[in-house]
């Protein structure tokens, strides 16, 4: 399938199949390991019950980004540009990349990001702060147990190699409300054919963990370049690995090339916990699973990594210049 490279908003794409099974794992389960391992290897992606991420924290944030994705387009570039925290409106990155999307980016650590919101809800920023923190405390509190369980399932010590550098108080983790707003002229002039709320990528830090409420949009790439849609389910989590673990397993592990159509008549909502390294840590790929295999990469730290990808376009192959010859 061909994906064109004008901008997002004229992005048409032929509609894709809906299989294989997306991996399902119980997080209740501790055999669950085995099958977290594999569907890293398989998939990189994977759809989590039982997470044990309180629904009240779920559904505040929720409609704390209804109330804010819903005040009017002036009030909302209160809280932009996106430099790189805030409110962004279609584009995405700082290359060029758009979507039919609109979204909040935070960073988890520094509290400086909410002041730019307190312009807009005033005393309510608050309510916001904390339906945030919330909510971000409880996934990366599971991204832990799912990082130690992929540990424990590669059969590799410390049990906490991955869930560390998420603990670690330099942790460079993200966090992004996404809104696909509904775009009505979909469904009259394109005829199923679908628009790019958010173009294909790989996430260039060790985990994501998606929550999205019950609008569909998201896919995923398979290991032979096809896609598949992915059906939402606001009471599950949706899990990538990201680059950095893919090194970290040298290449074991695959970095899931993802992306999200817009809707013709409904407003899709997701939520991204991204865990990320301090800056100053080296990604390379762990001794322990080389087993006398050569590096498939270059070494470069965290930062390194990111600046890198950060003066890239959405799609690009990031990993490639990091990769040896
Ligand atoms: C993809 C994963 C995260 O959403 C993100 C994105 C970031 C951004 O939106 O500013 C990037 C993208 C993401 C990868 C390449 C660069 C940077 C947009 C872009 C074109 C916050 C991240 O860390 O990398």
Same mark, same amino acid.
């Given at each position: 399938?061909?994906?064109? =490279? %004008?901008?997002?908003?004229?992005?048409?794409?032929?509609?894709?199949?809906?299989?294989?099974?997306?991996?399902?794992?119980?997080?209740?389960?501790?055999?669950? #390991?085995?099958?977290?391992?594999? &569907?890293?290897?398989?998939?990189?992606? !994977?759809?989590?019950?039982?997470?044990?991420?309180?629904?009240?924290?779920?559904?505040?944030?929720?409609?704390?980004?209804?109330?804010? !994705?819903?005040?009017?387009?002036? +009030?909302?570039?209160? &809280?932009?540009?996106?430099?790189?925290?805030?409110?962004?409106?279609?584009?995405?990155?700082?290359?060029?990349?758009?979507?039919?999307?609109?979204?909040?980016?935070?960073?988890? =650590?520094? +509290?400086?990001?909410?002041?730019? !919101?307190?312009?807009?809800?005033?005393?309510? &920023?608050? %309510?916001?702060?904390?339906?945030?923190?919330?909510?971000?405390?409880?996934?990366?509190?599971?991204?832990?147990?799912?990082?130690?369980?992929? &540990?424990?399932?590669?059969?590799?010590? $410390?049990?906490?190699?991955?869930?560390?550098?998420?603990?670690?108080? +330099?942790?460079? /983790?993200?966090?992004?409300?996404?809104?696909?707003?509904?775009?009505?002229?979909?469904?009259?002039?394109?005829?199923?054919?679908?628009?790019?709320?958010?173009?294909?990528?790989?996430?260039?830090?060790?985990?994501?963990?998606?929550? =999205?409420?019950?609008?569909?949009?998201?896919?995923?790439?398979?290991?032979? *370049?096809?896609?598949?849609?992915? $059906?939402?389910?606001?009471?599950? @989590?949706?899990?990538?690995?990201?680059?950095?673990?893919?090194?970290?397993?040298?290449?074991?592990?695959?970095?899931?090339?993802?992306?999200?159509?817009?809707?013709? =008549?409904?407003?899709?909502?997701?939520?991204?916990?991204?865990?990320?390294? $301090?800056? /100053?840590? #080296?990604?390379? $790929?762990?001794?322990?699973?080389? #087993? *006398?295999?050569? /590096?498939?990469?270059?070494?470069?730290?965290?930062?390194?990594?990111?600046?890198?990808?950060?003066?890239?376009?959405?799609?690009?192959?990031?990993? *490639?210049? @990091?990769? #040896?010859?």
């Amino acid at each position: 399938m061909v994906v064109m =490279s %004008k901008p997002a908003m004229e992005h048409h794409c032929a509609a894709t199949t809906l299989f294989p099974e997306i991996p399902l794992i119980d997080l209740s389960k501790p055999d669950s #390991k085995n099958l977290i391992v594999k &569907a890293c290897e398989e998939f990189g992606f !994977f759809k989590l019950i039982n997470h044990g991420v309180p629904t009240e924290f779920i559904t505040r944030l929720e409609s704390e980004a209804i109330k804010f !994705f819903s005040l009017p387009l002036s +009030e909302k570039e209160k &809280a932009g540009p996106v430099d790189p925290f805030g409110y962004g409106n279609k584009k995405i990155g700082s290359n060029g990349d758009v979507g039919w999307v609109e979204y909040i980016l935070l960073t988890t =650590s520094n +509290e400086a990001n909410y002041q730019k !919101f307190s312009a807009i809800f005033g005393e309510a &920023a608050e %309510k916001f702060r904390f339906a945030v923190n919330d909510y971000v405390s409880a996934v990366k509190k599971m991204a832990y147990e799912i990082l130690e369980m992929l &540990a424990d399932g590669l059969k590799i010590q $410390p049990r906490n190699v991955f869930s560390k550098l998420l603990m670690d108080e +330099e942790s460079d /983790s993200a966090f992004r409300l996404n809104h696909y707003p509904p775009c009505p002229e979909l469904n009259q002039e394109t005829n199923g054919m679908n628009l790019i709320g958010f173009g294909e990528h790989t996430d260039p830090q060790i985990i994501s963990v998606l929550r =999205s409420n019950n609008i569909s949009g998201l896919q995923i790439s398979l290991k032979d *370049g096809n896609w598949i849609s992915i $059906p939402p389910d606001q009471n599950s @989590f949706f899990i990538n690995v990201g680059d950095s673990l893919q090194v970290m397993t040298n290449g074991r592990f695959n970095s899931v090339r993802h992306r999200v159509m817009a809707n013709g =008549s409904k407003s899709r909502l997701s939520m991204i916990y991204f865990g990320g390294p $301090p800056l /100053s840590e #080296k990604i390379a $790929p762990l001794p322990s699973l080389m #087993k *006398g295999e050569d /590096s498939l990469y270059k070494e470069f730290t965290w930062y390194e990594y990111k600046k890198s990808a950060y003066k890239s376009r959405l799609a690009d192959n990031r990993l *490639g210049v @990091f990769e #040896k010859i």
